[in-house]
């Protein structure tokens, strides 16, 4: 299924958050007495109270952003109701559900432990628990001690601060300077209408398309806005969105192989980025990468192209993103380091038996 980031999300993408939750109070416990014809000594009768209601996040398919966070600050369940007599127990307090998008990381705010990672869709965790429902003085009945008067109050429900973050996960995060072609690649490879204009900077948040191949396989790509020289210390756009190819398996690194005149030029432009990518994150810096020289249109007897392979001594793919020329063959080398880069299976415990008289001391 396409996973796309919807027109408000464009001019609205929040990828963090903080928020308060709170569980919902145990209710109190009650103190009740049997008040029956012909039962003059009934004893006690009263119930216990019920549980509060329980915060939960879920990793939603549909939600992109943390958009409806910054306007709701507080998300508190329901309390427990108290008990009745009759030892009625007092009706459990809702619930709350919190919808996040898949890749969310979830933060204590006050400790900065990391309390869970959201990756799979229908991911469901309780962030906040109900507190128990105090007990009635039926439960303090003894042989002893048959008209107790004892009550608890309910518990108070889990309270806490959380910090959340959005990391989107995508296979393929595509990295490159302003108008380097990321976003005509990305709806050239998928469905993703990001928006395509000849001036920097056109991207303005992270987008996701899905690239289908032959075979029923499948990419995930993420297209990160266009980054400058000094972007880890919040030039341009900055290092706002970085984070989110933390998560990718395989950086795709575009160059503009005909940059317009005064502007870097492709060995320069992939040294800035290089250079950008290492100082905001070594995970970044050790990820596998391939190298993509785009606009091979513009360059007919391919001299810039074989003077950047020269300069760079790495291998370098060419395409046009806009021409549509070599995007198959880009596609498979891209879904074979993606597939390279798949943790292997976890491998069987293998379980030798030692022969009872090995290891016997004679």
Not at 211 to 222: D, K, M, P, Q, S
Not at 302 to 322: D, P
Request: include cysteine.
């Amino acid at each position: 299924m396409q996973r796309l980031l919807s027109p408000l999300s464009f001019l609205m993408f929040v990828d963090q958050a903080e928020i308060h939750v709170h569980g919902g109070d145990g209710g109190a416990g009650c103190a009740a007495f049997v008040r029956e014809r012909y039962r003059p000594k009934g004893g006690p009768s009263g119930g216990n109270g019920g549980r509060g209601g329980s915060v939960y996040v879920v990793a939603t398919e549909g939600v992109e952003t943390l958009l409806d966070f910054t306007g709701t600050y507080h998300w508190s369940a329901d309390k427990g109701r108290p008990g009745e007599g009759q030892q009625r127990t007092g009706h459990d307090g809702a619930d709350v559900v919190i919808q996040l998008p898949p890749g969310t990381l979830i933060y204590d705010r006050d400790t900065d432990v990391l309390l869970k990672d959201l990756t799979d869709v229908g991911e469901r965790v309780c962030v906040a628990a109900g507190g128990v429902g105090g007990r009635g003085n039926k439960s303090f009945a003894t042989p002893t001690h048959q008209a107790p008067t004892e009550i608890e109050p309910g518990e108070p429900g889990e309270e806490r601060k959380l910090r959340l973050e959005l990391k989107l996960i995508a296979d393929v995060g595509l990295v490159g300077l302003p108008n380097a072609g990321k976003s005509t690649l990305l709806s050239s490879m998928s469905k993703a209408t990001p928006k395509i204009a000849p001036y920097p900077f056109t991207t303005l948040a992270p987008q996701l398309g899905i690239a289908e191949l032959t075979g029923y396989r499948r990419i995930v790509l993420a297209d990160i806005p266009g980054l400058i020289e000094g972007a880890h210390e919040g030039t341009g756009l900055g290092d706002e969105f970085l984070r989110h190819i933390e998560r990718t398996r395989v950086i795709v690194h575009m160059v503009d192989i005909n940059p317009l005149d005064g502007g870097p030029t492709p060995i320069e432009a992939y040294r800035i980025i290089r250079g950008e990518l290492t100082k905001f994150s070594p995970i970044l810096a050790e990820k596998r990468e391939m190298i993509v020289a785009n606009k091979i249109d513009l360059d007919p007897d391919e001299e810039a192209l074989k003077e950047f392979r020269a300069e760079l001594g790495k291998e370098v793919t060419a395409i046009s993103a806009a021409a549509h020329i070599g995007l198959d063959a880009v596609a498979e080398q891209m879904w074979k380091l993606v597939d390279d880069e798949k943790p292997a299976p976890p491998q069987p415990e293998v379980i030798r038996r030692i022969p009872p008289h090995l290891g016997q001391t004679p």
